[in-house]
């Protein structure tokens, strides 16, 4: 058993490397199993937590959609971030009870916006695996939740990062097409980070292209990165694929992306992630400070 941690260890920090069997990796090692006890514990107890970050269209001020942040929150204080707890989600075989969890706190607050002015019309995205779509149980899961919170088609979102891209999968593939019978909707989030682009565009019927932050750092200040993000969401538009505009930051960024013609953006400029269970009190209270950065030239009333 050491040998083979030693050799994970080896696979993780790149080819031809040996590793032993040290003080350090059997600390790591006893790290990783407290880790794993605790996680399993947590989705056993359904204490898992999420955060809520919205996507605005820049052009109306609406919010379009909420994308659900899953969260790990320590009872003495302190969390365990998302790319530690998930890739250990996925290594031990939880990350399906980690979905579902996540699958029933947006049932239940699509059922909490029912009533609420400014988030009655949104949808709200789940971040999957591929591994669901090839090993777990993911229609049913989905097919579960819609059912039980009458999720109207069209109002649930799964984003599947670019580099967990279904490539020729058959069964992942069969999956994804049955849940888009469903109703359910897709976005590949992450759009831009990957190798597998074009080939995620074209080849799956995906609603929503999200791209990632690194696309736009440099947006309204280098031509280059206008014109390629331009490119990409002329791309997009013509396969009929909406674009959402991730780690939106400056105001500088913001009136570069109205030029190209994008109509949705997320990032800390419009809005913060904040525990699911505050967003409607939050986005009551974004109000004037989002208009003043969507419409500068109108005066605030």
Do not use: C
Not at 78 to 94: H, Q
Not at 231 to 258: K, M, P, W, Y
Not at 266 to 290: K, M, N
Request: net charge negative.
């Amino acid at each position: 058993m050491h040998a083979d941690h030693a050799m994970y260890r080896a696979k993780r920090t790149g080819r031809r490397r040996v590793v032993q069997f040290d003080q350090e990796l059997r600390s790591e090692i006893h790290e990783r199993s407290g880790l794993e006890t605790r996680l399993r514990q947590a989705i056993r107890e359904n204490t898992l937590s999420a955060d809520g970050q919205p996507i605005f269209n820049i052009e109306t001020g609406e919010i379009r959609a909420v994308e659900l942040l899953a969260r790990w929150r320590l009872p003495g204080g302190g969390s365990v971030p998302p790319s530690v707890f998930i890739p250990l989600a996925e290594d031990i075989g939880l990350i399906g009870d980690l979905t579902r969890s996540m699958l029933r706190i947006a049932g239940t607050m699509l059922q909490v916006w029912a009533e609420d002015p400014l988030l009655r019309h949104a949808r709200i995205s789940v971040n999957v695996s591929a591994v669901e779509f090839v090993r777990g149980r993911l229609v049913e899961s989905v097919a579960d939740t819609m059912t039980e919170f009458e999720i109207r088609p069209g109002r649930l979102v799964l984003e599947l990062t670019e580099s967990q891209h279904l490539g020729d999968n058959a069964i992942g593939v069969e999956q994804f097409h049955v849940m888009r019978a469903m109703g359910v909707r897709f976005a590949v989030d992450d759009f831009g980070a990957g190798y597998s682009s074009l080939d995620q565009l074209l080849s799956l019927p995906i609603d929503w292209v999200k791209l990632d932050m690194s696309l736009i750092g440099e947006l309204g200040i280098d031509p280059r990165q206008t014109a390629l993000l331009r490119s990409i969401h002329s791309l997009a538009s013509v396969v009929g694929q909406s674009v959402v505009v991730e780690g939106l930051e400056t105001q500088a960024q913001l009136d570069e992306l109205r030029r190209i013609g994008a109509t949705h953006a997320q990032g800390y400029l419009l809005s913060r992630p904040v525990p699911i269970e505050e967003l409607p009190a939050h986005v009551a209270g974004l109000g004037s400070s989002t208009n003043a950065l969507l419409y500068p030239s109108v005066p605030d009333h």
